[in-house]
């Protein structure tokens, strides 16, 4: 008798694993959707797998010339199911996936009706897998579609080596036998982070030696691998906005850190990646005033850093590219503070890209130039008027009538392209275009704000044929 959802009822799924080796389990259905099943079914190695069909995918017929399971090709028959621990009713027909239900729950057997949840004993979750390790997504039958959202997300966030993680504790614990419960659980939280990095540059067998010595270490004398011993500050690039372009290394950090110091422009969806307990110390410097002072930044990264805590510096774009990355990683040093840097991807060049032009171009520019638009009087005009590259511009927005003037005054012409992207990578990129010697009016009456990038040079003419932004003003002169 089909029943109501769970959560109609106003009960909970309870989530188990399930040992099925040497079970016997029935799938009912040939094609695509039970071809999932069965795939998910197999690493447990259920004996007898039998699939009941009369016609079946490749992938499904490959399987049972290899021995892996038992293909009735047939239609099915309720006595399929006699002697099952586990039944799914996975055929592209509802009333089949339907009675086999009402035929496993009359012999007892738990089954699952595809897309039919009032038909399901139990749901399979989606999985995110790193070797033994196994992550099992729910959202209680309600939403496919944001199991697979969290599935994406959690994929991104766990890192591959993390399987050969489990492997490095499994083999400590086993090292440890009999005394492994006496170890601090803080202890092994601490070893597993120590070892954390060898284990990425595929050092197993060291890793395993590293950590079972620690812990043995720690029963004796637990103080050394304390926590608050073993701090790190971790300079790590934001990527320009959208958190898709956050580098595996930033998120791993993000996760593991207890405290983030980010900048103003560091978006909450890149925040997000830190674990909900970790302190987030906003610096970032506000354009009238305000915010803290770059000596002050480093008194707190050197201060947090001896408090033995992980701590991130979560910067825009690369820590290194206008960040003043490298003052902070100067004073660290010379307090004697643990530090990396984990580079990111700059606005500098993922402005252009996002907004469809090459920086280099066979025939057209075969130089870039990253440019701090905010130090005018620093730079060498001629020089840069006559590189036969692309110009980039940072922080220009607010000094672009003296940048064009100067490119002008030094000869560049007045018809060379050029492009301000706004807000690149996010939701509210928009590119403006405009010949140089347009480009301060189209700016100002576009309204353009930082941040921006501005482009100079031949290639910028790209961004209107190959941006897929609809945010795309070109000025009239550029289009004659
Ligand atoms: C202090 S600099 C930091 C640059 C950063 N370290 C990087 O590598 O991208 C700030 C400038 O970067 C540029 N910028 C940063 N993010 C941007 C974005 N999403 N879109 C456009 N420009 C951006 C702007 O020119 C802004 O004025």
Known sequence: ????????????????????????????????????????????????????????????????????LNWLQREYAAGDLAGASLAFGASDDRDLNARVAADARALGIPVLAVDDVPNCDFIAPALVRRGDLTIAISTSGRSPA???????????????????????????????????????????????????????????????????????????????????????????????????????????RLRAADVVVHDRLVSERVLEYAAPDAERIDVGKQPGGGGSTQSEINALLVDLGRQGRRVVRLKGGDPFVFGRGGEEVLALSRAGIAFEVVPGVSSALAAPAAAGIPVT?????????????????QHDWDALARSAGTLVFLMAVERLEQIAARLLNSGRRSDEPAALIEWATTARQRIVLA???????????????????????????????LSNSERVRIAEVARA
Not at 35 to 50: D, E, H, I, Y
Not at 166 to 191: F, H, I, K, N, Y
């Open 361 to 377: 171009h066979r025939g057209l520019s075969a130089s870039v130039t990253v440019v701090n638009g905010h130090d005018a009087d």
């Open 146 to 252: 944001m199991a697979r959202r969290a599935r994406e997300h959690l994929e991104r966030a766990l890192p591959p080596f993390w399987g050969d993680l489990l492997d490095v504790a499994a083999a400590a614990r086993e090292r440890l036998g009999a005394t492994r419960s006496v170890v601090e659980p803080d202890a092994w939280q601490t070893g597993l982070g120590e070892v954390e990095d060898l284990v990425r540059r595929g050092e197993v067998r060291e890793a395993t030696e590293v950590l079972a010595r620690k812990l043995e270490h720690s029963l004796f004398e637990p103080e050394p691998v304390q926590a608050s011993q073993s701090g790190l500050v971790s300079l790590v690039g934001a990527g320009p906005g959208d958190p898709d372009l956050l580098t595996l290394r930033a998120v791993e």
């Open 435 to 465: 010949p140089l010697g347009e480009l301060v009016a189209t700016a100002r009456a576009e309204g353009v704000e930082p941040p921006a990038v501005l482009v100079v040079g031949p290639t910028a003419a790209f961004a209107s044929e």
């Open 1 to 68: 008798m089909p029943r109501n959802q769970p959560q109609q009822r106003g009960v909970a799924y309870f989530a188990a694993f399930l040992d099925l080796l040497g079970k016997k389990v029935v799938v009912v259905g040939g094609g695509r959707v039970a071809w999932g099943k069965v795939r998910a079914l197999l690493p447990c190695q259920p004996a007898p797998l039998v699939v009941v069909a009369p016609k079946a995918t490749q992938a499904i017929r490959r399987a049972a010339n290899d021995g892996q």
